[in-house]
């Protein structure tokens, strides 16, 4: 597929060089979470408005974009050193799942891109940081958690060639971070080993593949391709992305910016983002059944003999599978902001990888809550008129449906063996 894609140019699709950063720039005081939260359900409209176009561009348009930018949502987690406001998790799950509310292919590009400030502020060091955060103070970077594509070492760096599938958050990235094996010769690991990089937006090429998607069209998934690009030591971690986390209870980031913060573990952190889209996007499911039973009329079996009524909002059977579906989704809301909670608080104390994974499992149990709610209860009982192309009730669970069947769910099974072993490892390791 991709050797036969187009590289995207910035004719054909807006990128990172459009946008214009006067308003974020202009903006030095941190609000508070009430009003970034009224800041992004006011844009909310404007994202419904925009859903199929961004389908259909296959990102978020330009307008979208920069009214994130405008509002302030990229300086939710960026280091004060560079105009940010560090504000910390919640912030930043609550304004993504607020954005997925009005569109969730918006909403994952905008937290699996900008999501990875946090790994610039605590993994890379100060002049990697100065370097990659800018005058401007943005830092948006797709990445793909997996080694792919080979480095060869150069005189003070690498020089890397691959295609970099499933680069969400790419089409406005001014940096894309990744893995390759360790070649011989590399002061960061042994040879084969897995070494984490970050790449500046002129050695990487994004292809227009993000095409026949089921769900998640707009998302701005596409391949991220490095041809003979050079990856300086100063962009370079000596280990791999889902390894990243405070070692001996610090990090570079905490050292640099004196916030705990900036301790926490990148797989704990990175699990918050897809997690919160969905939740967003199952209330926004909810939203759109709470429409429909209040503006159309409920068709019943005439053989039943039940009362006519004018809305399917008057039936008790749509009133339940709502009730339930929603409660179900706001437990689950709550469920994300307590393990958000708990992920801020390892900044405060020492932590091992069986927390990290704890983290992550009920991080994954928000995302399979709310989805559950909008399958069984919601899509189920809608009616099939919903499920017809351009509906917003089909788009909402092509969506959920892409989120399910996404491998970073997949991978809960995976986690789970390995949260069990660690919190058994005494019993485990007895011979």
């Known amino acids: 597929m991709n050797q036969v894609s187009p590289v995207i140019t910035s004719d054909a699709k807006p990128g990172f060089a459009e946008?214009?950063?006067?308003?974020?720039?202009?903006?030095?005081?941190?609000?508070?979470?009430?009003?970034?939260?009224?800041?992004?359900?006011?844009?909310?409209?404007?994202?419904?408005?925009?859903?199929?176009?961004?389908?259909?561009?296959?990102?978020?348009?330009?307008?979208?974009?920069?009214?994130?930018?405008?509002?302030?949502?990229?300086?939710?987690?960026?280091?004060?050193?560079?105009?940010?406001?560090?504000?910390g998790v919640w912030p930043f799950v609550k304004v993504t799942e607020e954005i997925a509310r009005g569109c969730m292919s918006t909403a994952w590009c905008?937290?699996?891109?900008?999501?990875?400030?946090?790994?610039?502020?605590?993994?890379?060091?100060?002049?990697?940081?100065?370097?990659?955060?800018?005058?401007?103070?943005?830092?948006?970077?797709?990445?793909?958690?997996?080694?792919?594509?080979?480095?060869?070492?150069?005189?003070?760096?690498?020089?890397?060639?691959?295609d970099f599938p499933y680069g969400s958050g790419s089409p406005y990235s001014n940096y894309y971070m990744g893995e390759f094996p360790a070649p011989a010769g590399s002061p960061h690991g042994e040879e084969g080993s897995l070494l984490f990089f970050a790449a500046p937006r002129d050695q990487y090429e994004l292809l227009d593949d993000w095409h026949g998607m089921m769900g998640l069209r707009g998302s701005g998934s596409q391949t991220v391709r490095l041809k003979e690009s050079f990856i300086p030591d100063r962009l370079m971690v000596a280990?791999?992305?889902?390894?990243?986390?405070?070692?001996?209870?610090?990090?570079?980031?905490?050292?640099?910016?004196?916030?705990?913060?900036?301790?926490?573990?990148?797989?704990?952190?990175?699990?918050?983002?897809?997690?919160?889209?969905?939740?967003?996007?199952?209330?926004?499911?909810?939203?759109?059944?709470?429409?429909?039973a209040r503006?159309?009329?409920?068709?019943?079996?005439?053989?039943?003999?039940?009362?006519?009524?004018?809305?399917?909002?008057?039936?008790?059977?749509?009133?339940?599978?709502?009730?339930?579906?929603?409660?179900?989704?706001?437990?689950?809301?709550?469920?994300?902001?307590?393990?958000?909670?708990?992920?801020?608080?390892?900044?405060?104390?020492?932590?091992?990888?069986?927390?990290c994974l704890s983290i992550v499992l009920r991080m994954a149990s928000t995302g399979k809550f709310a989805w559950k709610a909008v399958e069984d209860r919601l899509w189920r009982t809608i009616g099939s008129s919903q499920a017809r192309d351009g509906t917003r009730m089909e788009r909402y669970w092509r969506d959920l449906s892409t989120y399910w069947n996404s491998p970073n769910n997949g991978y809960r099974e995976l986690f789970a063996v390995g949260y069990a072993q660690g919190r058994w490892a005494d019993l485990l390791n007895d011979p």
């Open 19 to 87: 946008l214009d950063f006067t308003q974020h720039l202009a903006q030095t005081e941190a609000p508070s979470l009430d009003e970034l939260v009224r800041r992004a359900r006011a844009l909310r409209p404007m994202l419904m408005e925009y859903q199929a176009e961004t389908e259909e561009l296959t990102q978020p348009p330009l307008v979208v974009w920069q009214a994130l930018l405008d509002a302030g949502f990229f300086k939710i987690i960026t280091p004060k050193r560079y105009g940010g406001w560090e504000m």
């Open 295 to 355: 503006t159309k009329p409920p068709r019943v079996p005439g053989a039943l003999n039940v009362k006519k009524f004018k809305y399917q909002a008057q039936v008790q059977d749509v009133q339940r599978n709502f009730a339930l579906g929603l409660a179900d989704v706001e437990a689950a809301e709550g469920v994300l902001r307590a393990t958000s909670e708990d992920l801020a608080a390892l900044g405060d104390r020492e932590y091992d990888m069986t927390d």
């Open 239 to 292: 280990t791999c992305f889902s390894n990243l986390r405070a070692i001996d209870g610090t990090t570079l980031g905490y050292e640099l910016h004196k916030n705990p913060f900036y301790r926490l573990p990148q797989l704990g952190f990175a699990s918050c983002y897809g997690n919160a889209v969905v939740v967003g996007g199952s209330l926004a499911a909810c939203d759109e059944f709470e429409h429909i």
């Open 110 to 162: 905008y937290s699996l891109g900008y999501g990875h400030a946090y790994t610039g502020a605590a993994f890379f060091p100060e002049q990697a940081q100065d370097e990659m955060f800018g005058e401007a103070g943005y830092l948006c970077a797709a990445s793909f958690a997996y080694p792919c594509g080979q480095a060869r070492r150069v005189d003070g760096g690498y020089v890397v060639t691959g």
